[in-house]
């Protein structure tokens, strides 16, 4: 698979979240190739919050809803209340995003790695962009 990526990916930052081990070897494999660079990947839910409070740049998240069986709505909180863009992925669909989150990007698990890059390139795009 090969993707260029463009001026306003080159240096764009992008917080991993998902804590199955071969999943996010994927992801962040499909991420990379798309020009973006991966914080983490992050399997707790704690420690995606630490790095969030901490300070930890970045530009956008992808992140799975379910951390080691724990919820990560409460990292989806803080990403919104930080304006910081996310989308999620995940094998339960939209349906499993409430309010104030049910408009977020969602992509339904299996997905390809083109999508996933498209995904995150319209999260990062600026307003009024395709």
């Known amino acids: 698979m ?12 992008v917080l991993l979240l ?23 990947p992050v399997a707790k839910v704690d420690h995606a919050l630490s790095l969030i409070r901490d300070g930890e740049p970045f530009d956008a998240a992808v992140m799975d809803l379910n951390l080691g069986g724990h919820s990560a709505i409460p990292v989806a909180d803080v990403l919104a209340d ?4 996310f989308l999620v992925v995940t094998g339960y669909g939209g349906a499993a995003l409430a309010p104030p989150h049910q408009d977020v990007p969602v992509l339904a698990k299996p997905f390809s790695p083109s999508e996933l890059i498209a995904a995150v390139h319209r999260l990062l795009a600026p307003e009024g962009a395709a």
């Open 2 to 13: 090969t993707m260029d990526p463009t001026p306003s990916q080159g240096s764009a930052r």
């Open 18 to 40: 998902e804590d199955e081990m071969l999943v996010s070897m994927i992801l962040e494999d499909a991420l990379e190739l798309g020009g973006y660079e991966v914080v983490g």
């Open 82 to 85: 930080r304006r910081i863009p």
